[in-house]
């Protein structure tokens, strides 16, 4: 029973709450809207009495810091996200800066553990030295103890990755979407000593729809959805369980980001994370990148 117990508790601490719902109504599946500030204190508490010690936000998600800056965050560590540099922008430092303070006012915060950028290709360009500059200083002077960046797809870090070290590197990840493993940039990531943060296992939620409920516009894929509810039914696994317990099954993830709308929800997560993942079979992944990215699903 202990060792049971142990490994019930180790998976929930690779948990990661991420709050864009908490400023925006986001996500394909969501019924609700944005989160009410009284359920956002609700997810926080049943967060913190299970071990969930990580927030992800970002300046580019609504009221998502002001809300949790409303709330009492001892004891949680804040990862956020930097927007693009404005086109003329020149003081680089001195934006960061600026940013970085409207944040802490915002999260009612001295110090983060985590802040990337919403667009790392801005690295490649003219402000590229200067903004990896700007973080590293930010980074020595210890109100921000780990930097990185937020990607979409693998292929970005092509460019990045061997320019500049990142502490902390955040992209999508699940069941069908294993580009980051199978590009082979996780395993070399986690080598040289970078920590990875996955999101997007549900797919917004589309992963865990019926053939019902998921919009028609999706019928494109039947096969692979045909492939995965065979599978599922062969497990005997649900879909909630199956994107979480594969996500954290992956040993050099150190967290996984999931996304809630109500405590109730929260709850149904932490069951389902509870237990073991049959390696899900070859046919499942995808390298289609209008279903992977969801900021294409508007134009199919």
Not at 119 to 138: F, I, S
Not at 230 to 257: D, M, N, S
């Amino acid at each position: 029973m202990q060792i049971n117990s142990f490994i019930a508790e180790s998976v929930i601490e690779k948990l990661a709450l991420g709050t864009v719902q908490f400023g925006l109504a986001y996500g394909i599946a969501n019924q609700q809207g944005q989160v009410t500030e009284t359920e956002v204190n609700s997810i926080l508490d049943l967060a913190s009495a299970n071990g969930i010690n990580t927030l992800d936000t970002a300046i580019a998600y609504g009221e998502s810091e002001k809300v949790l800056g409303k709330m009492p965050l001892n004891g949680f560590e804040i990862i956020t996200k930097l927007p693009s540099v404005p086109d003329n922008c020149r003081d680089v430092l001195g934006w960061v800066e600026q940013e970085l303070e409207a944040s802490f006012l915002r999260l009612n915060v001295s110090s983060l553990n985590g802040l990337l950028l919403h667009r790392p290709e801005q690295l490649t360009g003219n402000v590229g030295k200067q903004l990896y500059q700007a973080l590293q200083q930010k980074k020595q002077e210890g109100i921000v103890k780990r930097i990185g960046i937020s990607i979409y797809s693998p292929d970005e870090l092509s460019g990045l990755a061997d320019k500049f070290h990142f502490d902390l590197i955040q992209a999508p990840l699940n069941i069908i979407d294993r580009r980051l493993q199978e590009s082979g940039w996780l395993k070399k990531l986690s080598l040289s000593g970078t920590q990875i943060h996955v999101r997007s296992v549900f797919m917004q939620g589309l992963l865990l729809m019926s053939s019902a409920a998921r919009p028609e516009k999706f019928n494109r894929w039947s096969s692979l959805w045909a492939t995965w509810d065979e599978w599922l039914k062969t497990t005997g696994l649900t879909p909630l369980q199956a994107c979480l317990r594969h996500a954290l099954a992956i040993p050099e993830v150190e967290k996984v980001v999931v996304g809630v709308d109500s405590s109730a929800q929260l709850n149904e997560i932490l069951q389902a994370a509870k237990g073991r993942c049959t390696e899900p079979p070859a046919e499942l992944a995808c390298s289609d990148i209008k279903l992977l990215n969801p900021s294409l699903w508007s134009h199919l």
